[in-house]
């Protein structure tokens, strides 16, 4: 059963910030190992993947994450996309946690809008690209990929948006929130968040996300 009710969330990044900044990473990357040890974490990237400068690229080397690959970034087919996001989840010996940014995150909405929970066991849905609403020139290459769900997702998700991103637009973002019955949380003005805006690790989206896994899987942060 999904938990969580779709209003905006707050998160609270006390437990992985404090002290010297080098301190606050290694506590994050304590929670990832810890959370690691409970699901598998899986990179979901989108359109074109996740370049080497890309956050997903960076928590993938930095935390030891594995990543769905794909064999076309750039002219994406549902049906393919689809069927590596089934072979990985299935390939899995433990319950998998989805991170997913951009197309990813619609692919993963959609995959579990079709097939449940099964084996899922929650989804951080970063910067879902509105295929629906957005003037963007390249949503030409991925308009297949729509509608999107209108229906809550049969596990806990958490959607997190910017306020300048030209793929979805904030208010869009919260209604998609609610009609997932997601968590929404805010990333502040990062534009696609990581698609030509260099990140780096994105202590902010790590601590975002480990504190709405926190919330549904009891391990320990400290």
């Known amino acids: 059963m999904n938990l969580f009710s779709g209003r905006p969330t707050s998160f609270d990044p006390a437990w992985a910030t404090h002290g010297l900044p080098d301190t606050g990473r290694q506590q994050i990357a304590g929670a990832f190992q810890r959370l690691g040890q409970q699901v598998e974490l899986l990179l979901v990237p989108g359109l074109f993947g996740s370049g080497p400068d890309h956050w997903q690229s ?29 072979t990985a989840v ?81 208010p869009r973002a919260r209604e998609l929130a609610g009609q997932w019955q997601s968590d929404f949380l805010e990333a502040g003005a990062v534009g696609h968040i990581g698609s030509s805006e260099p990140l780096g690790l994105w202590e902010h ?14 391990f320990r942060v400290q």
Do not use: C
Request: proline residues 10%; without cysteine; hydrophobic residues 45%.
């Open 58 to 86: 960076h928590w993938e080397q930095t935390y030891g994450l594995k990543r769905l690959h794909q064999t076309d970034w750039e002219t994406p087919t549902p049906a393919d996309w689809e069927a590596a996001l089934t």
């Open 90 to 170: 299935e390939a899995s010996s433990r319950p998998v946690f989805l991170i997913a940014h951009s197309l990813g995150a619609v692919l993963s909405a959609k995959w579990l809008s079709r097939h449940g929970g099964q084996k899922v066991a929650g989804a951080f849905l970063v910067a879902p690209a509105d295929i629906d609403q957005t003037a963007h020139p390249d949503v030409t290459r991925i308009r297949a990929f729509g509608p999107l769900p209108h229906m809550p997702l049969p596990v806990p998700t958490a959607i997190m948006a910017s306020s300048n991103d030209p793929w979805l637009s904030l």
């Open 205 to 218: 989206g790590a601590t975002a996300m480990l504190d709405f896994a926190r919330r549904k899987f009891p």
